[in-house]
């Protein structure tokens, strides 16, 4: 029953039996005005009226209990909600019972937050080295979404801020959906990554999220891979496990790896990885923004680098709440 009607109903519905309750037993057990102006008594004897007044706490009781019952579950089974950005509750977190239940039930979805997916590279020029000529830096164009709804299409234009070389410079713009910069081993360079619209007019966009992935060393322990987030402030995500050691570098966040790898294990798809190849990537996101620099490198050894990223996170599924009136029912989503 709470399950269905609000809990304000529920109050209503219980309250108006309890006046009944209790104006019949009154009624039953004295003498109505009506009935004292006329000198007649209650048709009951005394013995009947005393039994049926007795009973009205009775009533009241089984009321109360009634009640609680109702609008306990109701308040036990409700899960903790949020609110998402278009309105409506989204479940963060689960029943206070434990049942795994919510009260009107749940859908199981993908989330994908914003993505800004690379369709294709319009421009490869990082440091002047190619393969392109004419204008620095690379251009991709790429197709802005939220949780799968295409937004527009627009430009990430990635731009040296450092000398840059690198004997694989010709490998640089994408590797299938991947974004890709070759780095030469005991070398980095500083990027700046900005957005455009397709008229190359700036663009500062709500939120903007960037994935490395593959932050790994060569073979014994050399050509140690790291970024560095230069500006922007972002919050980032790592896996529990990590594989990557969070360090500060004059103010700044750096990531750096910490376990050998190769090419069997390097991820095919940006949005299907798997557990170890989520342990060695990070995710770092931006508000309000519309460039942020990072610093990409690695340490000594004996082999060129190539760093993989892409402008999302990992999709994941999240149950998100039905929320439910006596004529409407609503299913509302959240950005992760």
Not at 3 to 29: D, Y
Not at 60 to 84: C, E, H, M, W
Not at 112 to 141: M, R, T
Request: overall charge negative; glycine content about 10%; hydrophobic content about 35%.
């Amino acid at each position: 029953f709470a399950q269905v009607v609000p809990r304000a109903v529920v109050a209503s519905i219980v309250a108006a039996m309890f006046r009944g309750a209790l104006s019949h037993s009154i009624r039953e057990s004295v003498l109505l005005p009506g009935e004292e102006s006329s000198g007649e008594e209650s048709l009951l004897p005394t013995r009947g009226r005393k039994a049926i007044c007795r009973s009205a706490p009775l009533v009241l009781l089984a009321g109360l209990v009634l009640a609680g019952v109702a609008l306990g579950s109701s308040f036990a089974r409700r899960p903790t909600v949020g609110r998402d950005p278009s309105g409506g509750e989204v479940i963060l977190a689960g029943t206070a019972t434990g049942s795994g239940e919510f009260p009107w039930g749940y859908e199981v979805v993908k989330v994908c937050g914003v993505d800004f997916h690379i369709l294709e590279v319009l421009h490869s020029n990082l440091g002047g080295q190619g393969p392109d000529a004419g204008e620095e830096g690379i251009v991709y164009k790429c197709a802005e979404s939220d949780n799968g709804q295409f937004l527009r299409n627009v430009k990430v234009k990635v731009n040296a801020l450092s000398s840059y070389q690198s004997r694989s410079a010709h490998k640089n713009g994408m590797l299938r959906d991947f974004g890709s910069i070759a780095v030469d081993s005991g070398n980095e360079v500083k990027v700046r990554f900005s957005v455009w619209d397709m008229e190359d007019r700036p663009l500062t966009v709500d939120t903007f999220r960037i994935s490395f992935y593959d932050l790994d060393t060569g073979p014994h322990s050399k050509s140690t891979e790291y970024i560095i987030a230069d500006n922007g402030d972002p919050s980032f995500h790592l896996t529990e496990d990590t594989q990557l050691k969070e360090t500060h570098v004059q103010g700044h966040l750096e990531f750096l790896a910490s376990e050998g790898g190769s090419a069997k294990d390097n991820p095919h798809d940006s949005k299907s990885l798997t557990d170890l190849q989520k342990k060695r990537s990070v995710v770092l996101t931006y508000k309000n923004v519309h460039y942020f620099d990072t610093t990409i490198g690695a340490t000594q050894g004996n082999s060129p680098r190539g760093f993989i990223f892409a402008f999302h996170s990992t999709c994941h599924e999240g149950k998100v709440a039905i929320t439910t009136t006596l004529t409407t029912t609503t299913l509302t989503t959240t950005t992760h």
